[in-house]
């Protein structure tokens, strides 16, 4: 089955960086878009960032352009978000997620949190 393993998240100043990672398994790792979304207490989830296949053509909410980049290692199934010049805003659970045969899949999110 579909799995999704995030690791990353932390406590973080402002300004500095984290680089989230998401471990895949259960589908063709290389066929399929992937995405990172996060949801902040109170707030709906919303998606920071996409990765496609095999174009690997990006898009980034308007909020993390030019400081988030996402990427992916098809060879370890992996997809990646750089985060850099992390703000308070930014404080939420990060989810991995992907589409597969017509589901939706999530991770089991990993935690960000921005303050000094």
């Known amino acids: 089955q579909v799995q999704l393993v995030e690791s990353g998240g932390g406590l973080v100043q402002p300004g500095r960086s984290l680089r989230l990672s998401c471990v895949a398994s259960?589908?063709?790792?290389?066929?399929?878009?992937m995405s990172w979304y996060r949801q902040a207490p109170g707030k709906e989830r919303e998606l920071v960032a996409v990765?496609?296949?095999?174009?690997?053509?990006?898009n980034y909410a308007d909020s993390v352009k030019g400081r988030f980049t996402i990427s992916r290692d098809n060879a370890r199934s992996t997809v990646y978000l750089q985060m850099n010049s992390l703000k308070p805003e930014d404080t939420a659970v990060y989810y991995c997620?992907?589409?597969?045969?017509?589901?939706?899949?999530w991770g089991q999110g990993t935690q960000v949190t921005v303050s000094s």
């Open positions: 997620s992907t589409t597969s045969r017509g589901a939706r899949y």
């Open positions: 259960g589908f063709t790792f290389s066929s399929y878009a």
């Open positions: 990765i496609s296949s095999p174009n690997g053509r990006l």
